[in-house]
């Protein structure tokens, strides 16, 4: 689906999306389709935040407000910006979002972009969902455009840690119940990481692989293991200056602090690559999978490189 992303940017152009509203598009409502995704996320200790998009065909918005201020048939940017607080507030009153007995939830908006979708220009409504108690279950109502067009369908994703969820909403299908992950384990931040390879040693001598590590989260992370079938045995290992001499030792755990970035190298954090499967030789790409507390596992592709770390002249798969 092409609008399930993180916050997007506004569009720079000030006329976009001169969408044209034949009375074929506005009208016919051919195929109205709306995309509503929920992600969880956590915020400070364990509160739980629910962030949302939705985006709404501007065609379908033009048809039920009017915004084609001028009646040309087509739709600006200004004409859309100047209608904002209208396409939200029509849209909000739509949905509903509830945490359960007790747990009452509303939702906040947040701002609102234009989005371009393969059919055209989707007005996307960014909002929180803000619950007295962190959810383990939600309701949600939708309706949207059902009462005018039962053909419409909204496209559902609720993403929570690793789990997602998905429907299609339809009059038929407009009430849903959804398990939220619990928060403490869903939502430890994964990092991001850059140039991951290993470094490929002669003989015997086990291969190091080294990464860039970078929490983009509120809360530390904690990388506690690497695995992967092609080594019998993968170690986090620290090198240090003892005295005068660099030795390297096992650690049991890597933290990144919230908003920092790690560089694994020669001189300090690794992984160690022992009992190799299967000869691993430069131009290779290893998969290994990371494990981070409270967090899916993360698989990482791994560039095979030479002693020096140069990459191997030709790349073999
Ligand atoms: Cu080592």
Request: hydrophobic share 45%.
């Amino acid at each position: 689906m092409s609008c399930r992303a993180a916050p997007r940017r506004p569009r720079l152009a000030s006329v976009l999306a001169t969408l044209l509203l034949g009375a074929q598009g506005a009208g016919a409502h051919s195929a109205s389709d709306a995309y509503l995704n929920l992600s969880t996320r956590a915020s400070a200790g364990t509160v739980q935040l629910i962030e949302g998009q939705w985006d709404i065909a501007l065609r379908d918005l033009a048809f039920v407000l009017d915004l084609d201020a001028d009646g040309d048939g087509r739709l600006t940017w200004g004409e859309v910006r100047q209608r904002q607080s209208e396409i939200e507030a029509y849209a909000y009153r739509r949905l509903h979002i509830d945490g359960g007995p007790g747990n009452a939830c509303r939702i906040k908006p947040q701002r609102q972009l234009i989005d371009d979708h393969a059919d055209g220009a989707y007005a996307a409504l960014f909002f929180d969902v803000r619950c007295a108690h962190a959810p383990r279950q939600l309701t949600l109502d939708y309706s949207l455009f059902f009462p005018i067009d039962p053909s419409h369908r909204g496209i559902f994703v609720l993403q929570s840690g690793a789990d997602t969820t998905t429907a299609v909403l339809s009059p038929d299908n407009a009430h849903l119940h959804l398990t939220v992950a619990a928060a403490r384990a869903a939502d430890a931040p994964v990092p991001r990481v850059d140039a991951a390879w290993i470094r490929w040693l002669p003989g015997a001598i086990p291969a190091a692989g080294y990464l860039t590590l970078t929490n983009v989260g509120d809360r530390p992370a904690m990388l506690l293991s690497a695995s992967s079938p092609l080594f019998g045995d993968i170690s986090l290992h620290r090198t240090e200056n003892r005295a005068g001499s660099m030795q390297m030792a096992a650690v049991d755990r890597i933290t990144i602090p919230p908003h920092a970035t790690l560089t694994f190298e020669t001189t300090g954090y690794h992984l160690m690559l022992m009992e190799p499967a299967t000869p691993v030789k430069p131009g290779m790409h290893v998969t290994i999978t990371l494990r981070f507390a409270d967090a899916p596992p993360l698989p990482v592709d791994f560039e095979v490189r030479n002693p020096d770390g140069s990459r191997a002249a030709r790349t073999a798969r």
